[in-house]
């Protein structure tokens, strides 16, 4: 017995932008869409801590702008990373000189919150990808193991808090005295 596999066909980056948005969003790449996961509470909880605390040390200085589900297209490609970090200088805008709701180029800084069963190899290539077109940090945090993967030039390095690691988190340039730690971060977790 011979049994038929639909194949779905490739659509266009055009295409898939003309499309209606999806919740929780979907991302394109090289004719795919995929859908991300929907996001939990430890998830959740991360992503909006993380965000302020950027938020609180970069806004003031107009350094950057740390944004939650904001969807980044450039290269061939559109993603919605968890949260994207721009630098002030970056930050489109739009005739009236508020922030554009296009954002047609990478994140300087992104950031990946896994969900559970979220696979990591298909975070870590999109944020390779990011890297290779011009953002310069990328982070995968993963609640399970409690660990961060930084990604920067040269090898990833990962930061876990069963090893204890009070050593600062690598962050965006410009942002360097600020310290933060894996065990800081997962400290948000207890409520």
Request: glycine share 6%; with cysteine; charged share 20%.
């Amino acid at each position: 017995m011979i049994t038929a596999v639909e194949k779905r066909q490739a659509i266009s980056l055009e295409e898939f932008l003309a499309s209606p948005e999806t919740k929780p969003a979907s991302e394109y790449f090289n004719g795919e869409v995929t859908q991300k996961p929907m996001p939990q509470g430890k998830h959740s909880i991360l992503q909006v801590e993380l965000t302020s605390a950027i938020n609180q040390q970069a806004k003031s200085n107009q350094l950057a702008y740390a944004l939650t589900e904001l969807r980044c297209t450039f290269a061939g490609r559109s993603i919605v990373p968890d949260i994207a970090v721009i630098r002030w200088q970056n930050l489109p805008k739009d005739e009236e000189g508020e922030i554009a709701n296009r954002f047609d180029r990478h994140p300087d800084w992104i950031i990946e919150i896994l969900s559970p069963d979220q696979p990591m190899t298909l975070v870590m290539e999109k944020i390779l990808f990011c890297l290779q077109n011009g953002a310069e940090l990328g982070w995968i945090i993963d609640p399970q193991t409690q660990s961060i993967t930084v990604f920067q030039s040269g090898l990833p390095k990962i930061y876990r808090v069963a090893n204890g690691d009070p050593e600062p988190l690598p962050m965006l340039t410009g942002l360097e005295e600020w310290t933060l730690s894996v065990n800081d971060i997962f400290g948000w977790l207890k409520v």
